[in-house]
Every structure is written in C-alpha cells, then in structure tokens.
C-alpha cells in the first residue's frame, strides 16, 4: 500500500508542473484596446512614426475598393487618405461602399504603403 502511495504521489508530482508548463505557454489572444481618442488621417500620417505599430481610432470616408478586404477612406475635410485592410470577420459581415462614413480600429503598419489593420469597424449613422 506504501508502495503504490509513493508511486502516485512521484507521478502527480512530474505531471503537475508538466501541465502547468504547458498551460503557460498558450496564450490567450489579446482584446484590442480602443485608443483613448480617435485621431485623424492627417494626424496619423503626420506622425507615423510614432503610431507605427501602435492601435488607432481613424474616421473617414470610403473612397475605394481595391480587393475584397483592402480599401481607402479619405478624410473629409484634408481628402488625405489611408488604406485599411480589414479582418475576414469584419469582411465577411460588413459590406462598404464608396461614400460610407466607418471608423475603424486596428493596428497601423507605417510602411511604403500606410496601412490599417482593421480588427473593429463601425459605420456612422445617416
């Protein structure tokens, strides 16, 4: 009986951390914190730098469609524009057309073509 308490107990004993282990290295995807006030499309792109990589609120006008999740919205009142890009979850329920007014929120990516990774899109009311 002593035999069969110490072999459970060596065996709870390595599996318990191996566990534990395992659990800690998945991590659970992170929630997109919205910004604390949106920014415009001229804001963004006047200072990229420092929003490169960052998550941001923009608002502006669809202007074009260039693939099935690829678009541009200008801002109304500089015309200045940014591409967004949006998730297959915002794509495949959220249909825009050229002259929607969205605000959208995702991570921007300053590279040779600016762009937005939109993760939460909201179209504005009429």
């Given at each position: 009986?002593?035999?069969k308490?110490?072999i459970?107990?060596?065996?709870?004993?390595?599996?318990?951390p191996?566990?534990a282990?395992?659990?800690?290295q998945?991590?659970?995807?992170?929630?997109?914190?919205?910004?604390v006030?949106?920014i415009t499309?001229p804001?963004?792109?006047?200072?990229?730098?420092?929003?490169?990589?960052?998550?941001v609120?923009?608002?502006?006008?669809?202007a074009?469609?260039?693939s099935h999740?690829?678009y541009i919205?200008?801002?109304?009142?500089?015309h200045?524009?940014?591409q967004?890009?949006l998730?297959?979850?915002?794509?495949?329920?959220?249909?825009?057309?050229?002259?929607?007014e969205?605000r959208?929120?995702?991570?921007f990516?300053?590279g040779?073509?600016?762009?937005?990774e939109?993760?939460?899109?909201?179209?504005?009311?009429?």
């Open positions: 009986m002593l035999k308490l110490f459970a107990s060596s065996v709870l004993a390595m599996v318990v191996a566990i282990f395992a659990h800690s998945v991590s659970a995807p992170q929630a997109f914190q919205d910004p006030d949106a499309i804001q963004l792109l006047d200072n990229s730098i420092q929003y490169d990589e960052h998550n609120a923009v608002q502006g006008v669809v074009a469609q260039l999740d690829e919205i200008i801002d109304k009142s500089s200045r524009h940014v967004i890009d998730e297959d979850n915002i794509n495949a329920h959220t249909a825009l057309k050229k002259g929607m969205i959208v929120f995702g991570e990516d300053q040779e073509q600016p762009e937005i939109v993760v939460r899109l909201e179209v504005a009311k009429a």
